[in-house]
């Protein structure tokens, strides 16, 4: 098997042209180059080098052993080179996993926010129900997902990123529009357009239910949210969603949004990513900005809409800063 050491020192020893010159540029002794040359020439069966005084020639087994030294010391070069871009995240690929509703209401900016710190990493995202999203991370698909915690998976961690308001969606005309707010009792008879199985929403949703030992009367199914909420304003049932989703449809007058009685109710979303895994670089990169983004943070829930509006005010304030500087 070929000694890439002495392959490396009969490099040096031909570029140099000089056994003396080559112990130099490797920082070992000139009997040792004349050791390994040796060596490597034992291991060939034929010389590498003549010799005339103290001068060296190559042999012509030794030039064309040289054309693949060039080669793989060249390659060697572009792979510490890619090492390092890799370590200062001048390259490199993050993989992050979400839910519908954070890939259309947060991920955006986010995803934005770190494309500017680090220009030179790709990004993929990748959307679907908070359990397969945490079925991803086994799968090695993903990284890292962002997401509300749908079941207990072994080998998991999940760690509190925020608290996304529920209300109750109803069209505009629906006699349930006028209330401020509403005890999960009122809706009996009421067509409930749910979740899908496997997101967090549906979770939690079912457990609410349960714990006020109702059962809704399920219309439908459906994974896609933007679906759910063109079905409820044109009246075809009521569904309950994370307050931030509905947003626009509300202060637009297509949707009502009405808080639940009592306390606020929370859908627990989650920073998720495989327990005991180290992380590439970029993921590492994505999660500190995700830690920035929730250091100073008061005790009170925070959700999409909080954050949105630190990044946004953050990127203010740094054009704020190039501004005076000029």
Known sequence: MLNFNQFRVFYHAARQGNFTQAAEKLFISQPAVTAQI?????????????????????????????????????????????????????????????SKTYARYFMPLMLSTFHRKYPKISIELNE?????????????????????KAEEVPGIRF?????????????????????????????????????????????LVERLFSESGLKPDILMEVSNTEFIKQLVSRGDGIS???????????????LAAIPLK???????????????????????AFLDILEKLQSGREITPQGIGAFTAKILAEQRAAVGKRGDGE
Request: one cysteine or more; hydrophobic letters at 40%.
């Open 159 to 203: 760690n509190p990123f925020s608290q996304e308001e529920m209300v109750m969606i109803v069209a505009p005309d629906h006699p349930l529009a006028l209330k401020k707010e509403i005890d999960l009792s009122e809706l009996e008879g009421e067509a409930f357009i749910m979740k899908d199985r496997g997101s967090g929403t549906r979770r």
């Open 262 to 284: 009592g306390d606020k109710v929370y859908l627990d979303v989650s920073i998720a990513y495989i327990e005991g895994q180290q992380l590439s670089p970029p993921a590492k």
């Open 128 to 148: 679907g129900s908070s359990l397969e999203m945490t079925h991803s991370l086994l799968e090695l698909k993903n990284e890292v997902a962002i997401i509300a």
């Open 38 to 98: 040796k060596a490597f020439e034992e291991y060939c069966g034929f010389k590498v080098f003549k010799k005339k005084g103290r001068n060296i020639w190559l042999t012509q087994e030794g030039e064309t052993l040289l054309k693949y030294a060039e080669s793989v010391f060249s390659l060697e070069k572009d792979i510490e080179h890619t090492v390092e871009d890799l370590r200062e995240l001048k390259r490199g690929v993050l993989r992050i996993g979400t």
């Open 240 to 254: 309950l969603l994370v307050r931030e989703s509905v947003v626009v449809e509300v202060s637009e007058g297509k």
